[in-house]
């Protein structure tokens, strides 16, 4: 069992930044590939970012390639969403996913882990 807990989100306006963290408890994070996912009022949950277990590759949806950077820290059980640029479609609530396996993907149902999300609120 792994428990995610998502923090860092709040309200910024466009061109800002905010970083978002997800520390993971339980079962050692690293032993996990994990990914950010993003749900927009109205909208279907949609792949944002994902790492691989070891942390040296990840994979971005097109929306947001360029600007969101993730990053995982495993010894202390911490996976991170540097956003950048931020736009006011990025307005979502972000949450964080493990799935146990080595590579990371962007399909939901890999993911057996979910957090609870915070809200990111980006003012136009």
């Known amino acids: 069992q792994v428990q995610l807990v998502e923090s860092g989100g709040g309200l910024v306006q466009a061109g800002g930044s905010l970083r978002l963290s997800c520390a993971a408890s339980g079962r050692t994070s690293s032993s996990y590939a994990m990914a950010w996912y993003r749900q927009a009022p109205g909208k279907e949950r949609e792949f944002v970012a994902a790492i691989n277990r070891s942390g040296g590759i990840t994979r971005y949806a097109d929306s947001v390639k360029g600007r969101f950077t993730i990053s995982r820290d495993s010894p202390n059980d911490t996976v991170y969403l540097q956003m950048n640029s931020l736009k006011f479609e990025d307005t979502a609530v972000y949450y964080c996913?493990?799935?146990?396996?080595?590579?990371?993907?962007?399909?939901?149902?890999?993911?057996?882990?979910w957090g609870q999300g915070t809200q990111v609120t980006v003012s136009s």
């Open positions: 996913a493990a799935a146990p396996t080595y590579w990371g993907t962007h399909l939901p149902n890999s993911y057996n882990y």
